[in-house]
């Protein structure tokens, strides 16, 4: 990865300069007014920019950067904030490249044309649903789905199902443009995400894998959604860092910089090792998945967790360093928070990743 490192590093420049001109406040606040906001005009000008071939080869027409291009601008995003379909539809995309079978739909996700979501989970669980509620009878499948990040704004939907002819796991690519979908958009803490819940009735869905292959596939996009999203929350994080150390530096009280007091200084040093921490723990999943080793998924999972706990605890704490103006309409600190919380839920609860991550520990080298 060494010998590309200038390549990454032009593609973050360049995504930064974008994000900074188009993703400013104002532009974040709008979104938060209505239920299943979709940020369309950021989606444009990174569809504009390739972002969404990032991952692919040039055999699918994409830009050859791999999975570590995704993370790098999904880290960006995070910095500022900023809510795109990016991870969702470039792990939908890895999954039909992957597959052996003839997908029309691929060229659709590269160009952006169209954006995917993830599906993968089912209302009342923490984690993936294994054994899901949706019911697929061999042509079409009927059921509903958790709270999905993007269900309101995509054309196209990964969905694990349950198989009436086999009683087995199916993984599914479903067409949301169907009339028997119903679009549930639902008020949630960072309504920028364009969440809702997925309702079919005999909707047609084209079958991508069934039993152990269904769930080998499964795990794999959300192995590669955890790390990106990882890489997201990890961005976040550093800008909850950043802004409380600035706040810190300018707020006076008692004739001096709030920094210089030790409760301060404690909560910025707190927040500076759970970011380093979830930092490593993403490279090395990152790493693990390019070379293809059997511990990466072990390592997304472990990843998911520190990262979630990097920025949830972080965008707590600069509400705290900031004080009541914190949480103000005006403020970003209230931002981050919203955001650290939806990604904390979309992918399935820190605790159902702990268990994934204990059910695959053997695959972890151990230190001699």
């Given amino acids: ?54 991952a692919l080869p040039e055999l699918h027409d994409g830009l050859g950067l791999g999975w570590r291009g995704v993370c790098v601008l999904a880290e960006e995003l995070g910095r500022k904030c900023a809510s795109l379909p990016l991870v969702s539809s470039a792990a939908v995309a890895h999954i ?16 952006g044309a169209r954006h995917a979501c993830l599906a993968l989970c089912q209302s009342g669980t923490a984690g993936l649903a294994l054994r899901p509620a949706v019911r697929w009878s061999g042509q079409a499948i009927t059921g509903s789905t958790a709270i999905t990040a993007f269900g309101s704004s995509a054309a196209l939907a990964l969905v694990p199902a349950w198989s009436d002819q086999n009683n087995a796991l199916v993984l599914l690519l479903v067409e949301l443009d ?48 955890a790390i990106g999203s990882a890489f997201e929350q990890i961005g976040g994080a550093q800008a909850c860092l950043d802004l409380a150390r600035d706040f810190a530096l300018e707020r006076k009280a008692f004739g001096q910089p709030i920094g210089r007091f030790q409760a301060i200084k404690s909560k ?22 390019e070379d293809d ?3 990466w998924h072990s390592l997304a999972a472990a ?18 360093t900031h004080g009541a103006i914190g949480v103000t309409w005006e403020a970003m600190p209230h931002h981050h928070y919203r955001r650290s919380r939806s990604l904390a839920l979309e992918l399935g609860a820190s605790a159902a990743w702990r268990e994934r991550l204990m059910a695959t520990a053997a695959f972890i080298p151990t230190v001699q």
């Avoid at 032009?10 to 709008?30: C, F, M």
């Fill in 1 to 54: 990865m060494s010998e590309h490192t200038e390549e990454y590093e032009a593609v973050r420049d360049q995504a930064r300069r974008y994000l900074d001109d188009t993703a400013v406040p104002e532009h974040l606040k709008a979104l938060l007014e209505a239920p299943g906001s979709f940020d369309t005009v950021l989606w444009a000008g990174a569809v504009e920019q390739g972002w969404p071939a990032a």
């Fill in 303 to 320: 990843t998911r967790v520190a990262a979630t706990d990097a920025y949830e605890i972080s965008a707590r704490e600069t509400i705290q």
């Fill in 268 to 289: 910025l040093a707190d927040i500076y090792i759970r970011v380093e921490l979830a930092r490593g723990c993403a490279l090395d999943a990152l790493a693990a998945f």
């Fill in 96 to 111: 039909l490249a992957a597959s052996a079978q003839d997908q029309p739909q691929l060229a659709q996700l590269v160009s």
């Fill in 293 to 295: 080793r059997p511990d």
């Fill in 178 to 225: 169907h009339a028997g979908v119903q679009r549930q958009a639902e008020p949630v803490i960072d309504n920028s995400r364009a969440a809702a819940t997925l309702h079919f009735q005999d909707v047609p869905a084209q079958l991508l894998a069934e039993g152990e292959a269904a769930e080998t596939l499964l795990w794999q996009a959300a192995g590669l959604a």
